[in-house]
């Protein structure tokens, strides 16, 4: 039963286009977060939700919305994509704040051609 | 903001030696600090973590140290194994989010 899960797992796609990749968790937490990791390994946030409420953006394009429908799911909108966008994008979870530690899920890894 | 610096970025131990990665942070409000191991493919996994009031803390083989006064924390494992193998991240959190090292690659030779 896996506690922080992300679809898809990888994303194919080409410039311009518009997607979507979907976070959800089912350990009750009430904190979550999107990073980003560069071919250089390094893990970058990008947004923080606690409760559904947007409480961390980081210097992230307007072409990047986090949407949280509730405080179990948090997705993350690309639009126009761009040879730049490519990366691993992890969603992760923290009970309350992030001092709780965090789980993450297993990745998205997004390839724009 | 958080500025997490690592150090090195890159490391090989043969089997049965020991590994130390070392960190220094920025913010005197950051109060937790917990490692990562990435294996290739992977997700990060929490595998030790300390917090603002402890020194010293070990599990098993991992042992991670923090100094307050010096704003510096290490991770150390001791007879390393193949399965060792990874890239490990430090983290320091202020409440709001976890700030990352650049990462340490490991490399474990048999």
């Known amino acids: 039963d896996t506690a922080v899960s992300q679809t898809p797992k990888y994303l194919v796609t080409q410039m311009g286009n518009d997607k979507s990749i979907k976070c959800e968790q089912n350990l009750g937490h009430d904190t979550m977060y999107w990073y980003k990791q560069d071919s250089k390994k390094f893990l970058k946030i990008m947004f923080s939700y606690n409760n559904k409420e947007l409480i961390i953006n980081e210097t992230v394009p307007n072409r990047f919305s986090p949407k949280s429908p509730d405080k179990a799911h948090l997705n993350l909108h690309i639009n126009s994509l761009e040879l730049g966008d490519s990366a691993v994008y992890f969603c992760?979870?923290?009970?309350?704040?992030?001092?709780?530690?965090?789980?993450f899920g297993s990745g998205t890894r997004l390839t724009v051609v | 903001g958080e500025n997490v610096e690592q150090h090195p970025s890159t490391l090989s131990v043969q089997e049965g030696d020991s590994a130390v990665i070392k960190c220094t942070y920025s913010?005197?409000?950051?109060?937790?600090f917990p490692w990562y191991k990435q294996e290739l493919g992977k997700r990060p996994q929490l595998i030790i973590d300390i917090r603002s009031n402890v020194g010293e803390k070990k599990d098993q083989r991992i042992a991670v140290t923090l100094n307050k006064t010096a704003k510096h924390f290490s991770l150390h494992i001791t007879e390393t194994q193949p399965e060792d193998s990874a890239v490990y991240f430090c983290?320091?959190?202020?409440?709001?989010?976890?700030?990352f090292g650049a990462g340490t690659t490991v490399t474990v030779r048999a």
């Open positions: 983290a320091a959190s202020n409440d709001y989010k976890l700030s």
């Open positions: 913010d005197s409000a950051s109060n937790y």
């Open positions: 992760a979870s923290s009970s309350s704040t992030a001092s709780a530690g965090y789980t």
